[in-house]
């Protein structure tokens, strides 16, 4: 059986307890997911990662830490970075300056986060702002396509710099729809075409630069009566041969209320997980069910491995080197030495 690590995981504290331990153990997790709640401080969230670390080195440590609203640890020393609308609005009066900043926040961003043990933050949004859904907001850069795709490249190449992946999300485009796929079944009712031309036209123009793409649970009914994370026409036939992508794809959080209905039927856990590996996806998130009794947590990763085991989906050799591949190349810089790095203090000036 081919080893494949595709999900990732979130726990409840500032610590590993042995029910963490056993859960990272497990051969199907490949990484787990930080919130604010598992934040105390610097040198708590850098033990915690070394905790994990020293469990399994391949554990890729995640977090949404966008800049913004979406920033999980603000104090501590680390820069309260801004939303990227800020960087779109720069792009506006100054397009080139605006380019430079993006980079000055992606390395900030980056290097602050790896400072720490972290590996991966999944940012840049690549959503546009048609200024109707609430729950992107001024997390885009831009309405206008192209500005979205010429500021996340400046951004990924920040990232870079201090030597991170990146995750382009929400595949194809979660800002046309007013409803919040957290609570709700985003419905967008435009063409493939028109979804293409748009909200989907980044990923194409940054094939070559993304490491990873997060799909949207948002159903496009034009195109597949699924939601987009649980659609092979969406991942394979759109993401990876229309658009040119080859790297490594995730779900969005399996928890959420637009990734509970499948087909038109309630599905668990366990069945939504099984419906994304089987579209395309390389990795599946479940997040803060770590919290839950029952543990959730528990009954994917055994729901799952019973999955395996009788054909239901089948390991990917293909997916877990993409996942091995967004895990850092290279030793960090220490915060003490970050701080005092030439690059990060001109990085820190150039942030609007």
């Known amino acids: 059986m081919t080893e494949h690590a595709p999900l990732i995981l979130d726990i409840a504290g500032l610590s590993l307890t042995d029910v963490d331990r056993r859960r990272l153990s497990h051969p199907l997790t490949g990484g787990m997911i930080l919130f604010a709640r598992n934040w105390q401080d610097r040198e708590q969230l850098a033990a915690l990662c070394a905790e994990i670390t020293a469990i399994r080195d391949d554990l890729l440590i995640c977090v949404d830490h966008e800049g913004g609203r979406v920033q999980r640890f603000r104090t501590g020393g680390f820069t309260h970075l801004p939303p990227m609308r800020a960087l779109g609005d720069l792009w506006m009066k100054d397009a080139l300056a605006a380019t430079n900043a993006a980079t000055a926040a992606g390395y900030v961003l980056g290097a602050e986060l790896r400072a720490c043990g972290v590996d991966l933050s999944f940012t840049p949004v690549l ?19 192209r500005v979205v795709a010429l500021m996340a490249k400046s951004l990924m190449h920040g990232l870079l710099r201090a030597g991170m992946s990146n995750c382009g999300k929400h595949f194809p485009g979660h800002g046309f729809v007013k409803a919040d796929s957290h609570t709700d079944i985003p419905v967008d009712r435009r063409s493939l075409k028109a979804i293409l031309a748009d909200d989907a036209a980044p990923y194409q123009w940054l094939n070559t630069s993304l490491s990873s793409v997060m799909l949207a649970h948002v159903v496009y009914p034009k195109v597949d009566p699924r939601p987009a994370g649980f659609s ?72 799952l491995g019973e999955a395996q085991r009788k054909g239901r989906w089948h390991a990917s050799g293909a997916g877990e080197r993409r996942r091995l591949a967004l895990l850092p190349a290279a030793p960090a810089l220490p915060w003490d030495a970050l701080m005092a790095h030439p690059d990060y203090i001109h990085a820190l000036g150039l942030l609007p």
């Not at 959503?127 to 396509?145: N, T």
Request: aromatic share 6%; charged share 25%.
């Open 232 to 303: 092979s026409r969406w991942l394979n036939d759109v993401l990876r041969a229309k658009l040119g992508f080859g790297g490594a794809i995730f779900s969005d959080d399996l928890s959420m209320t637009g990734a509970r209905v499948i087909d038109g039927r309630a599905v668990s856990y366990t069945e939504a997980a099984v419906a994304a590996l089987n579209a395309g996806c390389d990795m599946v998130l479940l997040c803060n069910q770590s919290l839950r009794d029952p543990p959730a947590v528990d009954l994917l990763l055994d729901g």
């Open 127 to 145: 959503d546009l702002d048609w200024g109707e859904s609430g729950v992107i907001g001024d997390r885009a850069f831009h309405r206008d396509p």
